[in-house]
């Protein structure tokens, strides 16, 4: 981690196709994915759990994003609530349809070998609305995250080398090992550890780092640590992270735009123990009657054609380049020269709905199509080159032009 550019050392008491033989639909993917893929790495909303600012003994900026570095709590359980708020627009279950199929083919047990219960598909619910998440952890080799909905629950267990996903509205399990796979929960953020992990990888000098008080969250104290960057340009207005004084570790994650409003994303514990979990706990077995799939059955079983978009994804993401640096960076690739059609007599009725989506932009890169969301903001260009990150649509304007 980069030194600390802290503003003050304020104490406790102040206050981020190729080929022309792909079809004309599979570049519709592109401005979907990017943003979905982008919000799914960033972010999560209710505000700090305030019951009395607890009186607790002073601390600088580097000495709290030290005991977080320090934290090494092993055995939690507890309950999360989680909200995300990118402001996109409602397309009627398109864009989780879109991910989902990313991310290893349809979640309902389609004739492909599809599962619900495949974690890959199931978890990318978790890039937008409101969730309820019991989460427990026992060591590195026993964790278990279970989303929670409507007269149903979605679990994750992961016990020493098996993997278990279970959706128990359509009775479905899919299983999977280490040795087969890696483990699809491990990049799927879940806690508010998660995410204030990502968030202080991104202190550097161009970042702002302050405690602004405390708080109490889920019944205990708390600091409040404050990350904001200096540079103009992001999208980002401020990141604030709760921590458990005691264990250091993060009881709550808040991520707020810079265009002010509610929060993008907000994660926090609404219950927790730092108590050694019962092993029962992580204890799986398929119910009688549930569809099992397992990970090198479905791997088998994948469409020719979907193992091939997936290697000519990858080829577009090879050439990927990073411009600027800290809050202001961004992601920029080239799909091979196949652009977004944004008029319904260039693209038909589905490319003028995704032109409409977005603003019309030109400059000496040509002309293009920004999509815009409250915290990620996608430059698809005509000629098929992408420019995404967590900034301003003149920011994406200017690096296209720089990289003509």
Request: hydrophobic share 35%; proline share 5%.
């Amino acid at each position: 981690m980069a030194p600390i550019d802290s503003d003050d050392n304020t104490t406790a008491g102040a206050g981020e196709e190729p080929g022309g033989g792909r079809s004309r639909a599979a570049r519709y993917v592109v401005p979907v994915a990017v943003m979905g893929l982008a919000a799914a790495t960033i972010g999560l909303v209710p505000a700090l759990a305030d019951s009395g600012d607890p009186d607790l003994p002073k601390v600088t900026a580097e000495e709290l994003v030290q005991k977080i570095a320090e934290s090494d709590v092993q055995q939690l359980s507890g309950t999360v609530r989680i909200s995300t708020d990118l402001g996109l627009p409602d397309l009627g279950g398109l864009e989780s349809g879109m991910m989902s199929g990313m991310a290893g083919g349809p979640g309902g047990g389609g004739k492909d070998g599809g599962s619900s219960a495949d974690p890959s598909a199931k978890l990318t619910e978790l890039a937008s609305g409101s969730h309820t998440l019991r989460v427990a952890a026992d060591g590195p080799d026993r964790q278990k995250v279970s989303l929670l909905e409507d007269a149903a629950e979605y679990s994750l267990i992961h016990d020493g080398k098996d993997v278990w996903g279970y959706d128990s509205k359509s009775n479905e399990v899919y299983h999977s090992t280490q040795e087969g796979e890696e483990r699809p929960e491990k990049d799927v953020p879940a806690t508010p550890k998660d995410f204030a992990d990502q968030a202080l990888k991104a202190i550097d000098d161009t970042t702002s780092v302050k405690v602004a008080g405390t708080a109490q969250v889920a019944g205990r104290d708390a600091y409040r640590l404050v990350v904001e960057p200096r540079q103009k340009g992001s999208t980002v207005g401020a990141v604030t992270v709760a921590v458990d004084a005691e264990t250091g570790t993060p009881l709550k994650f808040t991520l707020t735009p810079a265009s002010g409003g509610a929060a993008v994303v907000d994660a926090g514990f609404t219950k927790v123990s730092f108590a050694k979990p019962d092993a029962s706990t992580f204890d799986f077995t398929p119910p009688k009657g549930a569809k099992v799939t397992e990970a090198a059955e479905k791997a088998a079983k994948a469409p020719e054609h979907g193992r091939k978009a997936e290697g000519d994804l990858a080829k577009e993401l090879d050439g990927l380049k990073v411009i600027g640096e800290g809050w202001n960076s961004i992601a920029a690739f080239d799909t091979g020269g196949q652009g977004l059609p944004t008029g319904a007599e260039a693209g038909g009725d589905l490319g003028g709905f995704l032109g409409s989506l977005g603003d019309q932009v030109k400059g000496d890169f040509g002309s293009g199509t920004v999509f815009k969301t409250r915290l990620v903001n996608a430059l698809i260009t005509e000629d098929g080159k992408v420019y995404a990150g967590a900034v301003t649509k003149d920011a994406l304007v200017k690096a296209a032009d720089a990289a003509k």
